[in-house]
């Protein structure tokens, strides 16, 4: 969570998930935010004044035609932090998407100069439709975060795309918009390993892996914009690497644990986002691997690597934040989340961020999906499709408050 207190407003349109807004209110208050709920006259019909007036400590109107001594359509809107609209319903979007203003919260909507997210929630063909479909990527282009729906139960028997994503996920990608403006990562030592390693077969060959560093990255802009000093470790990183960072370069496993082994002790953070050789060769060959005459292939002996993240955990200095990444697959044994909680176990350290790599989607992207799970803490924190940089904040919000 953030550590700075916001003015958030909570736009709640008329649908049924209007009732588990309530407890996004409440997880909101708790982070230390001022919450101002707009509702429409509609989600009144849901959830009634009374409800949002006692959980948020703030008085509630829906009309521009209520308290107009306060000019509230242009007050709200323009003193807020964060709007989270949740649910957001396709009539409320569609008017959104239009510039309607035709009720206080979409006034509301075209004052605001913060950052706007929303929550959609509605019946699967709804969210199909491709005039719904039309109005999202209307609202996308006007810079606001629409997050994609949950696939899940619907209101009645059905299930499929457009379930509200839970009010927990909805704060983690909220807070994480505006986390950018947060800086309490000051005078944090922190360690970043982006990148994939290569181990050498021969003077031209290597085993190496797909990661293009662009998560590492991210984390590192990221930890640099709140205040922290940081190191960023690269090995063979594709991607583009930032100016104003520390970085140190490195190729194969090995020498990706010297640069770690170097800095770490002096470090308060260090993230292991590089994809590491699990096996490397058992012997490197000085000149290259000739094709043999006969048409044989060679045999490759490889052996075990050191796990850089268990050695670590073993050395962590008091007060010392440990994450992993892990990028998973399900299976017949275990869900990619099962597998997940069982290396935080493994490897013993504070945070785990769990990729699903089936379909290969993550490497080289801009964006990703990922689950952090914590050691000390039952929740799972999962960050639905969004922007490396999305993730690498969603990150520091869980991190940052665990370093006092
Ligand atoms: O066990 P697995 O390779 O899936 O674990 C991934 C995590 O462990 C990543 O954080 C990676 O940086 C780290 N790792 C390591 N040393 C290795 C292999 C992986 O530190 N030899």
């Known amino acids: 969570m953030t550590s700075k207190s916001l003015n958030i407003v909570l736009g709640v349109g008329g649908g049924i998930a209007a009732y588990k807004v309530a407890s996004l209110v409440r997880l909101l208050k708790e982070s230390g935010n001022d919450v101002r709920v707009v509702p429409t006259p509609s989600a009144l019909k849901f959830v009634g004044t009374a409800t949002w007036e006692a959980l948020s400590g703030n008085p509630v109107v829906s009309q521009v035609w209520d308290n107009v001594a306060e000019v509230p359509h242009v007050s709200i809107g323009k003193n807020a932090d964060l709007v989270i609209v949740a649910p957001a319903t396709a009539d409320l979007m569609s008017r959104a998407a239009h510039g309607a203003a035709n009720d206080l919260l979409t006034n509301v909507l075209l004052t605001a100069t913060c950052p706007i997210v929303y929550a959609p929630a509605m019946h699967t063909e709804m969210w199909q439709n491709p005039a719904t479909q039309k109005n999202v990527s209307t609202l996308r282009a006007h810079g606001n975060v629409v997050l994609e729906p949950a696939v899940g139960r619907l209101t009645g028997s059905d299930s499929g795309p457009g379930r509200m994503l839970e009010p927990e996920e909805i704060v983690a990608a909220a807070l994480a918009l505006v986390s950018a403006q947060i800086r309490d990562l000051v005078g944090r030592q922190i360690v970043i390993t982006a990148g994939g390693t290569r181990e050498n077969l021969d003077p031209v060959r290597f085993i190496g892996n797909r990661s293009s560093g ?30 104003g960072i520390k970085t140190v370069f490195v190729e194969s496993g090995a020498e990706l644990k010297n640069a770690v082994d170097a800095i770490a002790s002096q470090s308060d953070v260090v993230v292991m986002t590089a994809a590491v050789a699990d096996f490397a060769p058992a012997h490197v060959s000085d000149t290259k691997i000739k094709k043999a005459d006969d048409g044989s292939a060679p045999t490759i002996e490889l052996v075990r690597t050191p796990d850089i993240l268990a050695s670590l955990v073993a050395e962590r200095k008091p007060g010392q934040f440990i994450v992993g990444f892990a990028a998973e697959t399900g299976d017949s044994q275990a869900s990619v989340l099962e597998h997940g909680r069982a290396k935080l176990a493994r490897k013993g350290c504070d945070a785990l961020v769990v990729n699903d790599v089936t379909g290969n989607h993550a490497f080289g992207s801009d964006d990703n999906e990922v689950t952090i799970l914590l050691k000390d803490d039952a929740r799972e924190v999962h960050i639905p499709r969004a922007s490396k940089s999305d993730i690498a904040h969603a990150l520091w919000d869980l991190v940052a408050p665990a370093l006092s």
């Open 214 to 243: 662009k998560q590492g990255i991210a984390l590192a802009l990221a930890a640099r914009d709140r205040g922290a000093d940081v190191t960023l470790i690269c090995a063979n990183v594709t991607a583009q690497i930032p100016s």
